[in-house]
T-cell receptor, first 114, second 116 residues
Framework: QQQVKQSPQSLIVQKGGISIINCAYENTAFDYFPWYQQFPGKGPALLIA?????SEKKEGRFTISFNKSAKQFSLHIMDSQPGDSATYFCAAKYSGAGSYQLTFGKGTKLSVIP | NAGVTQTPKFQVLKTGQSMTLQCAQD?????MYWYRQDPGMGLRLIYY???????DKGEVPNGYNVSRLNKREFSLRLESAAPSQTSVYFC???????????????FGPGTRLLVL
């Protein structure tokens, strides 16, 4: 059972446009929602993260929007650049002490064309 | 700091052969993880070690074993490789601290494994 559903699977955006990737979850016990960025041939790296007590987190051109009631969160990349071309994974973690696992979405391959 | 290192980078095995993937981290992290990444499947957790001396199964543990050798090292062993284990394997370690980044997992560069 897929606990974090990510869409779209792939995305093509023109340079300067806005890239939007969406994730949905079922389990209300999740309390931490990171996004990871992976360039070809490299390991994933944390891009930005949010906790459910806030509705938005912004870092530079990257913004997470969080809708607790809808159990959805999304990544917005403003002014998308060719250097943003990568695979993006959303993830979620259960709350509580002793919880060590992240559950990942299946990923979105973003291509930003000049 | 080297961060998370993995060896080897590439490996080709024949069906039935065994091998061990090595992972080490120099960030003094308690928790370590092994994932596999397959096209369209995202990152799936194979095994993890919450702390030195403990290991637990993840989502896809069948066909694998792990050893947490010490705080720095966490190895993944394929006893009898199968073509279905062709994948890219990532090791990660987890920062345990305070604040929004207390859950950050740091990934290694990956091992690309082909089983013929």
């Amino acid at each position: 059972q897929q606990q974090v559903k990510q869409s779209p699977q792939s995305l093509i955006v023109q340079k300067g446009g806005i890239s939007i990737i969406n994730c949905a979850y079922e389990n209300t016990a999740f309390d931490y929602f990171p996004w990871y960025q992976q360039f070809p041939g490299k390991g994933p790296a944390l891009l930005i993260a949010i906790r459910p007590d806030v509705s938005e987190k912004k870092e530079g051109r990257f913004t997470i929007s969080f809708n607790k009631s809808a159990k959805q969160f999304s990544l917005h990349i403003m002014d998308s650049q060719p250097g943003d071309s990568a695979t993006y994974f959303c993830a979620a973690k259960y709350s509580g002490a002793g919880s060590y696992q992240l559950t990942f979405g299946k990923g979105t391959k973003l291509s930003v064309i000049p | 700091n080297a961060g998370v290192t993995q060896t080897p980078k590439f490996q080709v095995l024949k069906t039935g052969q065994s091998m061990t993937l090595q992972c080490a981290q120099d960030m003094n992290h308690n928790s370590m993880y092994w994932y596999r990444q397959d096209p369209g499947m995202g990152l799936r957790l194979i095994y993890y070690s919450a702390s030195e001396g403990t290991t637990d199964k993840g989502e896809v543990p069948n066909g694998y074993n792990v050893s947490r050798l010490n705080k720095r090292e966490f190895s993944l062993r394929l006893e009898s490789a199968a073509p279905s284990q062709t994948s890219v394997y990532f090791c990660a370690s987890r920062y345990s601290g305070t604040g929004i980044f207390q859950e950050t997992q740091y990934f290694g560069p990956g091992t690309r494994l082909l089983v013929l």
